[in-house]
């Protein structure tokens, strides 16, 4: 099993980015998909939440600047971040649920955001 995060970076503060997380060698159907995220010297927190039918929801802190998506023909999941702010730096991490209730986590992507 395979979570493949990529499209992390630096950005100015203001400034956009787009994550991916491809899944492979799953077995079985994804579930839900989620993104989390762990700032230095904190707990990872959640994030954002997908699920199969599309149905999304979102942590208070990134309501209305972050937009989480999936692909379900491609096992992958985007999460689109707007207005990014210093406070977003962290290492962001996909995650995902099978329908046999197996939980995947992938090695996490670097967010940087600059003031």
């Known amino acids: 099993v395979q979570l493949v995060e990529s499209g992390g970076g630096l950005v100015q503060a203001g400034g956009s980015l787009r994550l991916s997380c491809a899944a492979s060698?799953?077995?079985?159907?994804?579930?839900?998909m989620a993104w989390y995220r762990q700032a230095p010297g904190k707990q990872r927190e959640y994030v954002a939440r997908?699920?199969?039918?599309?149905?999304?929801n979102y942590a208070d802190s990134v309501k209305g600047r972050f937009t989480i998506s999936r692909d379900n023909a491609k096992n992958t999941l985007y999460l689109q971040m707007n207005s990014l702010k210093p406070e977003d730096t962290a290492v962001y991490y996909c995650?995902?649920?099978?329908?046999?209730?197996?939980?995947?986590w992938g090695q996490g992507t670097q967010v940087t955001v600059s003031s």
């Open positions: 995650h995902l649920r099978t329908t046999a209730s197996q939980i995947y």
């Open positions: 060698g799953i077995l079985g159907s994804i579930n839900d």
């Open positions: 997908i699920t199969v039918s599309g149905s999304t």
